[in-house]
Nanobody, 119 residues
Framework: QVQLVESGGGLVQAGGSMRLSCAASGSIFGLNAMGWYRQAPGKQRDLVAAITLWGNTNYADSVEGRFTISRDNAKNTVYLQMNSLKPEDTAVYYC?????????????WGQGTQVTVSS
């Protein structure tokens, strides 16, 4: 069992910046890729950014060049630095992690943190 705890959400003006953090705890042996998803009201939950254990990253086209995902493996923590925020970035942001201990595959989700970008 892995627990993911997000922090850093809140209200920010358009053009501003915000950094989200997600700390993993519990049975973290076998923890692999981590990422961030977001879901706005009436819309599906979409991938924002993902990062492998070794630092390879992927970004949604809508955030490419504005957001940066990183991780600190020693702290089992993943970060999402968000710059040049737009009102369309408003959503609940969820931390995600994949784990494969002893050949078993698991997917975990955080509780979500609200990010609101005002114009």
């Amino acid at each position: 069992q892995v627990q993911l705890v997000e922090s850093g959400g809140g209200l920010v003006q358009a053009g501003g910046s915000m950094r989200l953090s997600c700390a993993a705890s519990g049975s973290i042996f076998g923890l692999n890729a981590m990422g961030w998803y977001r879901q706005a009201p009436g819309k599906q939950r979409d991938l924002v950014a993902a990062i492998t254990l070794w630092g390879n990253t992927n970004y949604a086209d809508s955030v490419e060049g504005r957001f940066t995902i990183s991780r600190d493996n020693a702290k089992n923590t993943v970060y999402l630095q968000m710059n040049s925020l737009k009102p369309e970035d408003t959503a609940v942001y969820y931390c995600n992690a994949d784990s494969t201990p002893f050949g078993r595959k698991y997917t975990y989700w955080g509780q979500g943190t609200q990010v609101t970008v005002s114009s």
